[in-house]
């Protein structure tokens, strides 16, 4: 056969490209926008989305699996590195559904400054979203200023811990270190700093033309989606829904400061801009209060290596919204089973709702909302359009249809 | 000769790439950054080496896209504002090249470079180009015709419809003092022409990835990048010669060359105010949806550029 010309080529690939009226458009798994990898495939009409088919496991670790082969107390700093933003809600979590198989109680000074760590990673985390939004809707200047400001929390975290991201402080009775001397006015100083710069933030995003038209209606959902959607955190406060885990049921210190539940009605984009920025606020406020109320005392108390057996729910309130865990013992010196399921997660479908009908252009900053986290949440799912089923796939034979897989085409 | 060195290409490619510095450079120190450091004092000659760099990479084609336009399309692409930039008077009143009919040819080099990035982004035939060629197509007949209405008021004040005439017609006072309508839309029209937010819709990364320039590497990537720096400067070169009074200004000495030199310092001063006009916009702003930018300059931008006309029809 003779070698094919260019336009020969050209029709060929033309099936390839799909040049339909309703065309497809992959967005991901690497793609600009997103920092993670993760698959969305968007039907388009022109500009228009006419549907979404988001595709995980791109970044599944196998986490829940690798934590059975390792002892309780090891498990904190591996969940820790679940996520890279809200590390601590992680560990907190995990920490506090196997105390709750204890008898063990826990100083009020380590729930209090579990409090703090927890309420400054919530900033950080508000903070990098809102600097994201200015990068998705192309204001990159924006982006660079609240970096900047995000890194004077990052400087307290790394005070108070001895790292910026993974802070590896949480473990259980406690945490790990007492707050170093002298951190109190550096803290006041710096929430002073943040609450400053979130009334500017606040003001420049009402009044930017042009992020408010980026923004404002966009992305819109009713408490009626929210309600059959379920997602959690900020996107269902954002409709007006007043969920909050913090005050519902207090972990931590919550049940002595207790957080005001910032809500919004809007229910768009505009409205989370406006609702983050409002909780920055409002963890600024507790940590001041805590740190006021600062108890005397121990940091932490001694732990067993082995934890009863048992079976605990655990959930606590992350920057991204409800965070939940389930840890099971037999009473050995490693967990039995342990179940994660991050806010992302919860969260997904319903970014998928807010994207129908918006443009192309609208999909970074929509899908980007729920302030995704997608190495979080990643499990593996098969789905065969073909035989019209679904399955999950466990460890075992994933290996072996991998291996089989590679095989096969190695030999073809 | 003047067309190879001073002041033709080689000189304006050399401030291509101090633009592109000076872009870099305001924009970090804008936003709170250091912007280039390392390559020359102050990163300076940070573009020149991104440009050698990508020379130097091995060029990806991908197989369905044309060959021949993505061969050819480059260097025609590129010869649209360097072309451009000879028609603009910087010693002198007089440019390289002249014609009294140049400004006819100016807008003719706006569709010209247009059309290349379209040609070439079809050419390579990626989906995310696809998309931003569609956008880059629709934006580009929203900002056309103000565009041409505000290069044409300048013209009308002159009665003249070269450069070099409507250059020489500034003398007692700048055009922008006259039109200042005209000059702010042309501004505008030029954000868009150049893709700079907020209308860099035809490149917008978080959403169409690298826009019509996604498929391309190597030194196609190189020159097209190249060719957009030197838009820039032709963007800018344009509204210091048809509202700034071009390379005019006070006469200090007797000798000829070292008046010319005088003008050509005047005349580098304005390129980069305006330039620094341009990039100032561009780190303020975030990027607007297509339909918004086609609602801006089908209901704001052409009424008032089609009102200045008028002013200066009654003007004169």
């Known amino acids: ?168 402080f949480a473990t259980f009775g406690g945490v790990r270190k007492d707050l170093p001397e002298g951190i109190e006015p550096k803290l006041a100083q710096a929430t002073k700093f943040v609450r400053e710069r979130v009334k500017y933030y606040r003001q420049l995003m009402e009044s930017e033309e042009t992020l408010v038209v980026r923004t404002k209606g966009v992305g819109k959902i009713d408490q009626n989606i929210a309600r059959r959607l379920c997602p959690v955190g900020p996107l269902l406060r954002c409709t007006g829904i007043e969920r909050d885990v913090r005050v519902e049921d207090p972990y931590a210190a919550y049940d002595e400061i207790v957080p005001e539940v910032k809500t919004q009605t809007a229910g768009d984009i505009a409205s989370l801009l406006a609702l983050r920025l409002d909780e920055v606020e409002e963890s600024c406020r507790l940590i001041d209060e805590a740190m006021e109320k600062l108890p005397k005392g121990d940091y932490k108390v001694l732990f067993p290596r082995a934890i009863p057996s048992g079976e605990a729910m655990f959930h606590v309130e992350a920057p991204r919204g409800e965070l939940f865990y389930f840890v099971k013992s037999t009473g050995s010196t490693k967990p039995e089973r342990v179940k994660i399921r991050t806010p992302t997660m919860a969260n997904l479908l319903t970014a998928k ?51 089989e897989y590679y095989r096969r085409r190695a030999g073809s | ?101 140049d400004l006819l040819f100016v807008l003719f080099i706006f569709s010209f470079s247009a059309l290349m990035a379209t040609l070439l982004g079809y050419a390579s035939a990626g989906r995310y180009s696809t998309i931003a060629i569609g956008r880059l197509v629709l934006q580009y007949t929203g900002f056309e015709i103000p565009m041409i209405l505000a290069v044409i008021t300048p013209s009308i004040l002159a009665g003249n419809l070269s450069i070099e005439g409507i250059v020489a017609a500034q003398g007692s006072i700048w055009y922008v003092l006259l039109a200042p309508a005209a000059f702010a839309v042309f501004i505008v029209a030029a954000l868009a022409e150049l893709e700079k937010p907020p209308f860099d819709i035809p490149n917008a990364k978080t959403e169409i990835v690298g826009g019509w320039m996604t498929e391309f590497s190597g030194s196609t990537l190189a020159y097209v990048k190249l060719t957009k720096n030197m838009s820039y400067v032709f963007l800018s070169a344009l509204a210091v010669a048809l509202f700034l009074g071009g390379p005019s200004g006070p006469v200090l000495t007797q000798s000829v060359l070292a008046q010319e030199a005088l003008f050509s310092v005047y005349f580098l001063v304005k390129l980069f105010a305006v330039g620094f006009l341009i990039f100032s916009i561009r780190t303020a702003l975030a990027r607007v949806k297509i339909g918004q930018a086609t609602r801006l300059f089908w209901t704001v931008l052409t009424p008032l550029s089609l009102l200045q006309v008028g002013v200066a029809l009654i003007m004169r």
Not at chain 2, 16 to 31: D, G, S, Y
Not at chain 2, 47 to 66: C, G, H, N, R, Y
Not at chain 2, 81 to 98: D, E, K, Q, S, Y
């Open chain 1, 353 to 403: 709702e807010m994207l129908k009908g918006h443009t192309l252009a609208d999909v970074p900053v929509v899908l980007t909302g729920m302030d995704p986290c997608f190495g979080c949440m990643d499990r593996i799912t098969v789905f065969d359009p073909g035989k019209g089923k679904e399955w999950t796939v466990r460890g075992e034979a994933l290996r072996k249809y991998g291996i």
């Open chain 2, 1 to 101: 000769m003047q067309l190879l060195t001073f002041p033709g290409l080689t000189f304006f490619v050399c401030v291509a790439f101090l633009f592109e510095w000076l872009e870099r450079k305001t924009a970090a120190r804008m936003q709170g950054r250091r912007g280039p450091v390392v390559t020359g004092p102050f990163g300076i000659l940070q573009p020149v080496a991104d440009f050698f760099k990508l020379t130097s990479k091995q060029e990806i084609i991908p197989e369905f896209s044309d060959r021949f336009v993505l061969r050819w399309g480059p260097p025609l692409y590129f010869a649209a504002p360097a072309i451009g930039l000879a028609f603009i008077p910087v010693v002198g009143l007089t440019p390289v090249l002249g014609h009294p009919l």
């Open chain 1, 1 to 168: 056969m003779s070698e094919a010309t260019g336009s020969e080529k050209r029709e060929a690939g033309a099936g390839l490209m799909e040049y339909s009226p309703e065309g497809l458009m992959p967005f991901g798994p690497v793609h600009p926008a997103l920092k993670e990898p993760e698959y969305f495939k968007l039907t388009l009409e022109g500009e228009r989305i006419v549907d979404v088919a988001p595709r995980i496991g791109y970044v599944h670790r196998g986490i829940e699996r690798a934590a059975q082969d390792r002892t309780w107390v090891k498990n904190v700093y591996l969940f820790e590195r679940i996520c890279g933003i809200c590390s601590f809600a992680h560990s907190i979590a995990y920490a506090q559904g196997v105390e709750s198989l204890t008898e063990f109680v826990i100083p009020r000074r380590a729930k209090y400054i579990r409090l703090v760590i927890a309420e400054l990673e919530r900033i950080h985390s508000h903070l990098l979203w809102l600097g994201l939004v200015g990068h998705w809707t192309g204001f990159e200047t924006l982006f660079m200023w609240i970096w900047k400001d995000r890194e004077h929390v990052l400087d307290q975290l790394e005070a108070i811990t001895g790292n910026r991201v993974h802070k590896s």
